[in-house]
């Protein structure tokens, strides 16, 4: 529940203890009264807002009781209804976002940079194409093995709460204690409070970062071009470069 506290110092609007004549019949005419009934002191009120549902009037699952970040009671597969599994998607969706909003900036923010001449990187869909400093093959058996070993740690944690909080090779290093998926330490370097609402902030930016990342990859299918491209595009002239006339072969 999201509230709102704030102080009124002068007066307080209150509806007027009267029946107005909408109910009564008296009058076609909806009329509202209100009374003004000035306060000695400052008084407070709270404003609280309902906690979201992904569609008005739906009622939500019974085990997603809003208690978690991000809540609003989606769920119409019913995967989460085992409380353990319900675990692993919060952990799997708070990850699936981050590197969601990482490769969304790594796909965009290049080509953003290139067209205007600040770097020459190629589009994310030929990155694979580039020359590096080793095979990629060889890349991808390394990337393999490391975040085979990310991902073991990261289930370990999520079984067993802090139990890979000390590096298990450079023994001068460990993790304080804190929440699963929010490690702290040197993965939070501006020591950011992982509050509710950060917590929901960052969960709203992710689901948003996995539907660009889905929308930039359809795009490039239909157009064959990046993003930012497409935005320039359709900027130049709004009214024939649209998706209308994209799907339409025009």
Known sequence: MATVT?????????????????????????????????????????????????????????????????????DPLGLAEDPENLKWYVQAELVNSRWA??????????????KIGIINAPQWYDAGKAEYFASSSTLFVIEFILFHYVEIRRWQDIKNPGSVNQDPIFKQYSLPPN??????????????????EAKEKELANGRLAMLAFLGFIVQHNVTGKGPFENLLQHISDPWHNTIVQTLSGN
Not at 11 to 20: G, H, L, T, Y
Not at 54 to 67: D, E, K, V
Not at 101 to 110: I, Q, R
């Open 179 to 196: 929440e699963v998926g929010y490690p702290g330490g040197i993965f939070n370097p501006l020591n950011f409070a992982p509050t509710v």
């Open 6 to 74: 704030t102080q009124a110092s002068a007066a307080v609007f209150r509806p007027c203890a009267s029946k107005s004549r909408f109910l009564t019949g008296s009058s076609g005419k909806l009329n509202r009264e209100v009374a003004l009934k000035p306060v000695s002191s400052s008084a407070s009120f709270k404003v609280e807002a309902k906690k979201g549902e992904w569609l008005p009037g739906l009622a939500s699952p019974t085990y997603l009781n809003g208690s978690l970040p991000g809540d609003n009671g989606f």
């Open 101 to 114: 909003m990482l490769g969304v900036a790594g796909m965009l923010l290049p080509e953003v940079f290139t």
